[in-house]
Nanobody, 121 residues
């Protein structure tokens, strides 16, 4: 049974930082690429960052490049998202998910509850 538990969200001011964490289980974590997604109010869910199985390759949405960093710990089955210089447009619910493969970055259908990030101006 797949479980995805996101944590670390909160309310911050523009320019501040947050670190999100995701505990994933139900699949052999160290063999899967992982991704962080977000969904703003009234918007479609979008991929924010992806990391391959061993952490050697990462990819980011243009809107977060240079500000966000994705990392993983295969010993703990966790994937983190360090978010710096946050902007009001980063406000969204953030989700993690297993990816079918790193090139396509397609997530699986099951989603966790996500964690809310709110950035005030």
């Amino acid at each position: 049974q797949v479980q995805l538990v996101e944590s670390g969200g909160g309310l911050v001011q523009a320019g501040e930082s947050l670190r999100l964490s995701c505990a994933a289980s139900g699949r052999p974590f160290s063999t899967y690429s992982m991704g962080w997604f977000r969904q703003g109010l009234g918007k479609a869910r979008e991929l924010v960052a992806a990391i391959n199985w061993d952490g050697e390759n990462t990819d980011y949405a243009d809107s977060v490049k240079g500000r966000f960093t994705i990392s993983r710990d295969n010993a703990k089955n966790t994937v983190d998202l360090q978010m710096n210089v946050l902007k009001p447009e980063d406000t969204a619910v953030y989700y993690c998910n297993f990816l079918g493969d790193f090139r396509s970055k397609m997530p699986y259908d099951y989603w966790g509850r996500g964690t809310q990030v709110t950035v005030s101006s």
